[in-house]
């Protein structure tokens, strides 16, 4: 069974600071998702990493993958306000593309 | 470009009362279509996907059924709904061709008392 864990669930940042959201997942997989909730609304998609080593930035957030070590992460540069949400990480294998998802990390990006 | 619409918006049931979402897709053809749970303050846990007409598959044995009558049309039901079955409830599209990822609809929140 595809498991994923997210750390931390909870994340209170000052605006300016650095972090960063870890991902976890239990075998193999063949691409990984980060996707991004607002309060009350739906998920949007940010990322999708599908090699081991790939990175992409969005302004201040950049996801990496090592498949490696079954790892993701989000980097999040100089936080703002603006990217107070829910952030979930999600994996995928085999050929229907269902996607297990962590448990999310609320972030809260205080003035 | 592609969209995913969800109705109702909101929804107040009462216990042993029937339900019906529907969700539908434009600007795609043959996707794979899901439906999610987000209870309040969890995570996202899948329902059902289908990957055609007809074709539904179930991740998890509950009072909940859904039905695909057409390519773009995706339907999650209820006979009878349980205290348990409140939730954020959301639809989602994908297509067969890499990069891949899932596009979710707007949600329907349900409330059931």
């Known amino acids: 069974e595809l498991k994923v864990e997210q750390n931390p669930l909870f994340l209170s940042m000052q605006e300016g600071k650095n972090y960063t959201i870890y991902c976890n997942y239990s075998t193999t997989s063949d691409r990984l998702y980060w996707y991004r909730q607002d309060p009350g609304k739906s998920l949007e998609s940010l990322f999708v990493?599908?090699?081991?080593?790939a990175v992409k930035q969005e302004g201040r957030l950049m996801a990496s993958l090592d498949t490696k070590a079954r790892l993701s992460t989000l980097h999040i540069t100089a936080a703002v306000h603006d990217l107070s949400a829910t952030y979930f990480c999600?994996?995928?294998?085999?050929?229907?593309?269902?996607?297990?998802f962590g448990k999310g990390t609320l972030l809260t990006v205080n003035p | 470009s592609q969209t995913i619409h969800q109705w109702p918006a909101t929804l107040v049931q009462p216990v042993g009362s029937p339900l019906s979402l529907e969700c539908t897709v434009e600007g795609t053809s043959n996707p794979n279509l899901y439906w999610y749970r987000q209870a309040a303050g969890r995570g996202l846990q899948l329902l059902f996907y289908?990957?055609?007409?007809?074709?539904i598959s179930s991740e998890v044995p509950q009072n909940l059924s859904a039905s695909r009558p057409q390519d773009r049309q995706f339907i999650l039901s209820s006979k009878k709904l349980l205290l348990s079955d409140s939730g954020f409830y959301l639809c989602?599209?994908?297509?067969?061709?890499?990069?891949?990822?899932?596009?979710f609809g707007p949600g329907t929140r349900l409330l059931v008392l």
């Open positions: 289908s990957v055609g007409i007809g074709q």
């Open positions: 999600a994996v995928t294998r085999g050929s229907n593309y269902k996607l297990t």
């Open positions: 989602a599209w994908s297509v067969d061709r890499p990069p891949e990822t899932q596009y």
């Open positions: 990493l599908l090699s081991n080593g």
